[in-house]
């Protein structure tokens, strides 16, 4: 969501390339270029304003520092007041000194806060916390339901009396349900409505006197903009919120939001929705976020969603086979599979430095490639995808997976060939981790991630744009210097 703004304030650097310091007359076309791109992402104008001044004030008083340019040192600056602006560092949920913690979810109807509930739940569990769901959204059609749903989806109870219950007496009900099961947590869902209005909020302060939840958050959707933070200013007011879940941050919204929400109610953002799924849910991190804005990718974060899907014992054992070149197409389409897990081609791409500049062609044709590559693994056989070189041997063994597959010969031999080649690479390589990751379980030798196949070498995506160039179509040969793929970033 944030592609527009970091574009945008690429051409504010530009403007200090070539200067030998940051002086008052050469900053002010760069300030003026961070203040419209600020401004286009629906920043609000006071934080806006405020940021400007400070930005300024800081590159004016810089000294300047051996070795580093008036443009970096300008970018610099920025990030460190972006992550001022959305509140320095993560604010953790609270924990109640005495189990059950309360958390009350509030928002508006429509902002994902019924699934904010559930992936809340799931993200505790992960923590190993025991959750109880309450759903006291008598209102809404079908809430109840779509909580029962998602409890059921990830194994995590809900407790319920129906639509025609009192929500202050469900609350209260599910509160000493929480306490006889003995769970550490209590997420509570509370009704939306299409605009603030007296009767929603008398409701959600009469159920916040009567469980004294330890955590109010309010589920603001990332798509309103800078309307995002006058809207947890206006529940602070008058409920008082403790922070705030930020969803669809993975949407076309402009950004505006986890820009202003902070500065402007006071209250931190505390989590945010990155997808649909019940997983896609983030602690919020704001220098990590500013360090996605000015395009410095997140390995941090990447390193956390490889650890979620990789276990350590399997790690070992695909860096021996890897050693002793023993990784075979199952072991590619078990770490292919584990790779989507992470989430999409595009959104790990964004996480890693340097990435950032692939379109959405490119990535569109990545996941493309991924996925020809998936369905000529899946017609081979056990044998052959265990001993790939039974396919290197036999052109009617290659001619019968691609008619399998729906594909040309040549698409069968090149996968065949580059997975040969690509295990010679990663057998020289073996131990050496994918770089600045400090050999991150599962990922010490993880096809394509220090020579990921397919992201600068991946069987069957020939090179993807910006990592070993893409080829797609067969083409003439050209004689080039080997580009150096995902591992050596």
Same mark, same amino acid.
């Given at each position: ?433 994918? @770089?600045? $990751? !400090?050999? +991150? /379980? #599962? &990922?010490?030798? =993880?096809? %394509? *991630?220090?020579?990921? @196949?397919? $992201? !600068?070498? +991946? /069987? #069957? &995506?020939?090179? =993807?744009? %910006? *990592? ?22």
């Amino acid at each position: 969501m944030f592609d527009a703004l970091a574009d945008k304030l690429e051409d504010a650097w530009k403007k200090l390339r070539g200067q030998d310091k940051i002086t008052q007359s050469n900053i002010q076309e760069a300030l003026s270029e961070v203040r419209r791109a600020l401004l286009s992402a629906d920043v609000n104008l006071q934080v806006v304003k405020g940021f400007i001044g400070e930005v300024e004030k800081n590159a004016l008083g810089a000294e300047v520092l051996s070795g580093v340019n008036p443009q970096q040192q300008f970018i610099k600056i920025v990030y460190d007041e972006l992550v001022k602006v959305m509140g320095e560092s993560n604010v953790p949920l609270a924990q109640a000194d005495k189990p059950p913690t309360v958390i009350l979810m509030a928002g508006l109807q429509g902002t994902g806060k019924t699934t904010a509930t559930a992936k809340l739940a799931l993200y505790l569990r992960k923590q190993k916390r025991s959750c109880l769901m309450v759903g006291t959204d008598i209102y809404r059609p079908a809430a109840i339901d779509q909580l029962l749903t998602l409890g059921n989806q990830i194994d995590i109870p809900v407790f319920e009396m129906g639509t025609d219950a009192d929500p202050v007496e469900i609350a209260r009900q599910g509160l000493a349900k929480a306490t006889e099961m003995a769970v550490d947590t209590v997420i509570i869902d509370t009704a939306g409505r299409l605009q603030i209005d007296p009767e929603m909020m008398g409701e959600l302060a009469r159920i916040k006197d009567t469980v004294k939840p330890d955590e109010v958050l309010l589920v603001v959707d990332a798509m309103t903009g800078q309307e995002a933070a006058n809207l947890t200013y206006s529940f602070h007011e008058q409920i008082g919120i403790t922070g705030a879940i930020l969803t669809k941050l993975d949407g076309d919204s402009r950004g505006g939001a986890a820009l202003s929400v902070r500065q402007i109610s006071g209250q931190p953002i505390k989590f945010v929705g990155t997808g649909e799924k019940v997983e896609a849910l983030e602690p919020f991190y704001p220098d990590r976020l500013a360090s996605r804005i000015l395009n410095m990718g997140d390995i941090v974060t990447l390193v956390e969603k490889a650890q979620e899907e990789f276990d350590l014992a399997d790690a070992a054992k695909m860096q021996a086979k890897i050693m002793e070149a023993r990784f075979d197409f199952n072991d590619f389409l078990k770490q292919m599979r584990l790779l989507k897990n992470m989430g999409s081609l595009g959104g790990i791409l964004k996480l890693i430095p340097g990435m950032n500049k692939l379109s959405g062609a490119d990535l569109e044709k990545g996941e493309t490639q991924l996925k020809r590559t998936e369905a000529m693994i899946n017609s081979m056989t056990k044998q052959e995808r265990s001993e790939p070189q039974l396919l290197a041997q036999s052109p009617s063994r290659r001619r019968r997976v691609a008619k399998g597959s729906g594909f040309q010969e040549r698409d069968v031999s090149k996968l065949v060939s580059d997975f040969t080649r690509m295990r010679s690479m990663m057998q020289q390589m073996g131990s050496g981790g994918m @770089p600045g $990751m !400090g050999g +991150m /379980p #599962g &990922m010490g030798g =993880m096809p %394509g *991630m220090g020579g990921m @196949p397919g $992201m !600068g070498g +991946m /069987p #069957g &995506m020939g090179g =993807m744009p %910006g *990592m070993g160039g893409y080829q797609g179509k067969t083409k003439k040969k050209k004689k080039k210097k080997k580009k150096k793929g995902f591992g050596n970033l």
